[in-house]
């Protein structure tokens, strides 16, 4: 290694304390977002089923409303906030999701895990609720351009 190198390397020491705070916080992060990429494959799976269904519903011309027999206009919301975005992954919702619950992970993982893993759960709930509600008001809301 150049001798910059190991000037670089001395200055980035962690002591014990240090280490185990970074160490936790990296597990934490990492679990959220497997926990994050899980629900954002069910999601998409559950998205692509509704538009099927939906598509059925419509070029079958059934009487019925393609939201009573498929998912409603809520249950869906949902289902894109739990993926983090109809748009696919890389798009710029999913990313900020990701990284939002990665970051509340590595924060969480701090404190004891009996503590730790409802909050994660509350505040993730808290959060798909937020983002459910806002995504069914966006239907309704009128831009006048």
Partial sequence: MSEAGKQVQRGWKLDGAQRRVLERFLIGAFFAAALFLSLSGISSVLIAKDEACKAIVLTGRMPEDPEEVCLSLVASKFIIALGGSRA???SG???VNGVVLAIAGGLLA???????VP??????LAFLGLLTMLGVLSDFVISID
Avoid: E, S
């Fill in 110 to 116: 701090q404190m004891r895990a009996k503590w730790a």
């Fill in 93 to 95: 919702p999913w990313i």
């Fill in 88 to 90: 696919g992954v890389l």
């Fill in 119 to 124: 909050l994660f759960v509350a505040l993730y």
